[in-house]
């Protein structure tokens, strides 16, 4: 079945530690997204990406960095610079820039800073 | 900027009552609205969609109408059900595929 898959489900990390979530999707879809949800609150974009090697800076971008090698994967890197990192982090994608379909979820990494 | 709304929750009903969530948006252009559901400890599915005026998305007896004029996507459906209870986003898209999201409303409905 085609979809997208994050992992872990559950990550715990040190202070001052990066730490990796991972994200792949077999859509075949052209854009990518990572979100940050905090108990009880909405979706705060961290980065997107439109195609392979090219990618953009969201709303809370700082402490986090991407990369998007392939298109089918857009992993996202927590830094120790992040100062606040324990939250439930998001990656979507959608089938092409500019249309008119629906962003498409992954489960979800629940990050835990121990 | 482009803008969601929705009324804050948590919303408690009881079985078979009407529900409805309200959403307005602030929008440039043309966007295309949405209602995402998303249950505990899980991502977010897509619930029912709507991409210009008027149109009215529907699924599983939840339904919302694109009200171009008063810039808003409430959702309704007739008669909850125990398994509705979940935590609801209304969203947008705009032209350049960039999404909005409101802060989700928590449903909660008692047997």
Known sequence: ?114 | GDSVTQMEGPVTLSEEAFLTINCTYTATGYPSLFWYVQYPGEGLQLLLKATKADDKGSNKGFEATYRKETTSFHLEKGSVQVSDSAVYFCALKDNFNKFYFGSGTKLNVKP
């Not at chain 1, 990066?18 to 961290?46: F, K």
């Not at chain 1, 939250?87 to 092409?96: D, E, I, K």
């Open chain 1, 1 to 114: 079945d085609g979809g997208i898959t994050q992992s872990p489900k559950y990550l715990f990390r040190k202070e001052g530690q990066n730490v990796t979530l991972s994200c792949e999707q077999n859509l075949n879809h052209d854009a990518m997204y990572w979100y940050r949800q905090d108990p009880g609150q909405g979706l705060r974009l961290i980065y997107y990406s439109q195609i392979v090697n090219d990618f953009q800076k969201g709303d809370i971008a700082e402490g986090y960095s991407v990369s998007r090698e392939k298109k089918e994967s857009f992993p996202l890197t927590v830094t120790s610079a992040q100062k606040n990192p324990t939250a439930f982090y998001l990656c979507a994608s959608t089938p092409q820039w500019g249309g008119l379909t629906e962003a498409f979820f992954g489960q979800g990494t629940r990050l835990t800073v121990v």
